[in-house]
């Protein structure tokens, strides 16, 4: 409720509130909790992704894939269509290389066979030799029944679409890796390794790379944006936009003057009064100011201006003023002894 109040979406109405989206991430926080707490404890590692929208450099990584979400789509549909041509060349005439090494789940009666054998076998071992079978595990036995097997993978057009984008893509050298290894004596020999090549140059090297070379700059920028802005905030007020050095050999330091003069939540607190206020009860300055933040005009904020350099620019023109007056006199006081001692040098030559 305080998140929805201050976020003025009951002044806003409904509909603001439900295309709100940090509110339908706080809906979705509470279902998820609502969720864990009455239906299973694992939807509680839901809110773990929390940290990821707390923690600005996490939140980044995110932003990194989101922001240039269309070039990166782009970029993947590239991918998916080279990925059907090599499937449907590999269809075409390299079908029986997509002979793949696969592991097959027994079924219940063979394991029931498999069981028993075992166990007969353990009886038997037993009775004639005395060895024990207590804690004998026999899943390993499952597998060890049924060797290794072969299957042909590319019979169909789906099935070497699949293969090669599941198998191509997660191999470092390319589909390549998967296939059946080829004898120098056969004709499609040449094909085959130029078939491996272009796989591997065109789509592991350089579209794959491509993606990951616009999530990289992305984030590359989102850091560079990120210590920017830190770095004006450390380097320049926020309200009057003074840099550091502007406050340097003053009777006010930089940190004193974001800290009292212009605090920024000084004026957030300003603007928040203003908008709660009764209208009758203003004052002059807040009657200028509500109606200044009714028309988005903000020139009531001190625009590179600050009391404290203006008492130290007048304090010097002062300064100043009092050293060119004190000149001026030493100036009149030996003028006029020049003259009298001239005055003195006329009389005597005159006599």
């Known amino acids: 409720v305080s998140f929805v109040g201050n976020r003025g979406t009951f002044i806003r109405g409904y509909k603001a509130m439900i295309m709100d989206v940090e509110f339908l991430y706080h809906v979705g926080y509470i279902v998820t909790s609502v969720l864990g707490l009455f239906v299973h404890e694992l939807f509680y590692s839901i809110l773990l992704f929390?940290?990821?929208?707390?923690?600005?450099?996490?939140?980044?990584?995110?932003?990194?894939v989101t922001r240039n979400g269309r070039s990166i789509l782009l970029t993947a549909l590239l991918a998916l269509i080279l990925v059907y041509l090599f499937s449907i060349v590999g269809f075409l005439f390299l079908k029986d290389d997509f002979i793949l090494e696969v592991d097959r789940l027994l079924d219940s009666k063979a394991k029931g066979r498999a069981v028993l054998g075992l166990v007969e076998r353990c009886g038997m071992l037993h009775t004639h030799l005395g060895v024990?079978?207590?804690?004998?595990?026999?899943?390993?036995w499952f597998w060890a029944a049924d060797p290794e097997q072969w299957e042909r993978a590319c019979d169909t057009l789906l099935m070497c679409i699949v293969t090669?984008?599941?198998?191509?893509?997660?191999?470092?050298?390319?589909?390549?890796?998967?296939?059946?290894?080829?004898?120098?004596?056969?004709?499609?020999?040449?094909?085959?390794?130029?078939?491996?090549?272009?796989?591997?140059?065109?789509?592991?090297?350089?579209?794959?790379?491509?993606?990951?070379?616009?999530i990289i700059d992305t984030f590359a920028d989102l850091r560079s944006e990120k210590q920017k802005k830190e770095e004006i905030l450390k380097t320049t007020c926020f309200i009057c936009g003074l840099e550091r050095d502007k406050f340097d050999n003053k009777t006010v330091s930089f940190e004193e003057h974001i800290k009292y003069e212009h605090n920024m939540w000084n004026y957030l607190y300003f603007i928040v009064?203003?908008?709660v206020k009764n209208k009758t009860d203003y004052t002059g300055p807040e009657s200028y100011v509500a109606q200044m933040i009714k028309n988005?005009?903000?020139?009531?904020?001190?625009?590179?201006?600050?009391?404290?350099?203006?008492?130290?620019?007048?304090?010097?023109?002062?300064?100043?003023?009092?050293?060119?007056?004190?000149?001026?006199?030493?100036?009149?006081?030996?003028?006029?002894?020049?003259?009298?001692?001239?005055?003195?040098?006329?009389?005597?030559?005159?006599?």
């Open 50 to 64: 929390d940290l990821i929208y707390r923690e600005e450099t996490l939140f980044n990584v995110i932003k990194s």
């Open 132 to 140: 024990c079978c207590v804690g004998f595990d026999p899943e390993p």
């Open 164 to 214: 090669v984008l599941n198998h191509g893509l997660r191999n470092g050298g390319g589909v390549g890796d998967i296939l059946r290894k080829p004898s120098k004596d056969e004709s499609l020999f040449p094909a085959r390794v130029v078939y491996d090549l272009l796989f591997f140059f065109i789509v592991i090297i350089i579209v794959l790379n491509l993606i990951f070379g616009v």
């Open 273 to 275: 009064l203003v908008r």
């Open 296 to 351: 988005k005009n903000l020139d009531w904020f001190p625009r590179m201006r600050a009391m404290s350099l203006v008492s130290n620019e007048g304090e010097g023109e002062q300064n100043e003023i009092r050293n060119l007056q004190d000149k001026l006199n030493t100036t009149m006081k030996l003028v006029s002894h020049l003259t009298s001692q001239l005055n003195e040098l006329k009389e005597q030559v005159w006599e």
